[in-house]
């Protein structure tokens, strides 16, 4: 009686796979690939076990799919860079419950577009691409990027060194990518991404393709690093901007606020300014301590790199001492209430001040500006800084010995907040 030749015809998967049971290759299987087929008339044909074994050595780099009928599912290692010819299962038995399962619960993937850095085997091919340690531990390195730029601490994997061909694949593995990377979303303020098989169990759950997919797919969504500028509103810091220094140009009115709470209350600005004049540049150092940051629509939009250039001359702004404006010993005409200050920081806090002045009755005023101050601010009354000398050393203009009262530093501030017209708005000590 001739055997009707029947074309193999199948699914293949990339799957990772997990359990405690032993290892196809302890059946006299090697767990380099399994080629799945779906059509009982082919899968039970007399000669499959034989065709199947003529055909292993054209899918030597394919992924793993293990029978599952009543049974854990077997622990496979990642494959090896060198795998070879694979050998096919002489049982047909062997392959029967998986080859259903394929057909019922994981047709061909495409995999959507992610990043333009693209990962590696992008996109992944369903029965050609190998299972491969990168595939994970890519994951890993772009998850625990963006965990860190969202201010959450590194990750701690399961196998934290993947070994090709040892390291058994784990359900964990793919769990813990998932929960590392919740947490990032979360962080974002955005809704966490949702899986097509929400939970991973180890020894029972078969990870398709589609799995490594959506988390390629989840991790691409989401930015590596914080905003770099950012307009008016309220905003959490470590969830919606990052710490660190930010520029504005804004106009006259604006008004910022570093926040330790939210209820409104004055007692929740740790430090806040008001601009009452037309200052070329602002300057804020938000902390990682703070709760919040807040400006309104005067301050405009704010970013991580300076608004100006470097100045011959100080004009009215704030100015990092170094980067835009040189130290040493300037001199302007002033008019009544000139404002200025030689600042540590751009914290907004009293602390933050070296020295300051409130003049009345303007005139000639001198001012020399140490290498060591981190800026100088000036407001509109100062008129424009000349500078005469750049021989201004650490003896001549850093902090003195008897250094500036607070309550001096804090009274000139004051006369200068009023005189801009944010009376009942103290600085926050």
Request: net charge neutral; with cysteine; hydrophobic share 40%.
């Amino acid at each position: 009686m001739q055997t009707r030749s029947t074309p193999i015809v199948g699914t293949v998967l990339l799957l990772l796979v997990s359990g405690s049971a032993g290892t196809l290759s302890a059946r006299g299987v090697q767990p380099h690939a399994l080629l799945l087929l779906g059509d009982p008339a082919i899968r039970d044909a007399p000669d499959m076990p034989d065709r199947l074994n003529a055909v292993g050595s054209a899918f030597a780099r394919l992924a793993y799919f293990p029978a599952v009928e009543k049974r854990p599912v077997p622990r496979l290692p990642f494959a090896a860079a060198d795998a070879g010819r694979v050998v096919m299962p002489r049982s047909v038995h062997a392959i029967r419950s998986a080859a259903a399962l394929a057909l019922a619960e994981a047709p061909q993937i495409t995999a959507r577009p992610v990043a333009s850095d693209s990962f590696a085997d992008d996109p992944l091919v369903a029965g050609l691409t190998v299972v491969k340690t990168i595939h994970v531990t890519e994951l890993r390195t772009r998850i625990n990027a963006a965990r860190t730029a969202y201010g959450l601490s590194p990750w701690s994997w399961t196998d934290p060194t993947l070994v090709p061909g040892v390291t058994v694949v784990k359900a964990v593995h793919i769990q813990e990518l998932r929960t590392a990377l919740a947490a990032v979303y979360s962080a974002a303020g955005k809704m966490p991404p949702t899986w097509s098989v929400p939970t991973i169990v180890g020894g029972a759950t078969v990870i398709a393709a589609a799995q490594i997919v959506e988390l390629r797919s989840a991790v691409a969504a989401i930015p590596l690093t914080r905003p770099t500028q950012f307009g008016p509103g309220q905003y959490l810091v470590g969830r919606d901007i990052a710490p660190g220094r930010y520029y504005a140009d804004p106009a006259y009115g604006c008004y910022w606020e570093r926040q330790r709470g939210l209820s409104g209350s004055l007692s929740d600005i740790i430090a806040n300014d008001f601009v009452g004049f037309d200052s070329l540049q602002v300057v804020v150092d938000v902390q990682s301590t703070d709760l919040a940051f807040q400006a309104d629509a005067d301050c405009g939009t704010w970013y991580s790199t300076p608004r100006q250039g470097f100045q011959m001359t100080v004009r009215p702004g704030t100015w990092l001492v170094g980067g835009q404006i040189r130290s040493g010993t300037y001199r302007a005409t002033t008019s009544d209430g000139c404002y200025w200050e030689r600042l540590r920081g751009f914290t907004g806090e009293l602390s933050a001040i070296i020295a300051n002045d409130f003049v009345s009755g303007g005139g000639l005023r001198y001012v020399s500006i140490s290498a060591s101050d981190a800026g100088f601010h000036s407001d509109a009354d100062c008129g424009e800084w000349t500078l005469v000398s750049s021989m201004a050393t650490s003896a001549e203009a850093a902090e003195p010995t008897s250094a500036q009262p607070r309550s001096e530093i804090e009274r000139f501030r004051d006369l200068n907040r009023m005189q801009q017209g944010m009376p009942g708005i103290p600085i926050r000590k």
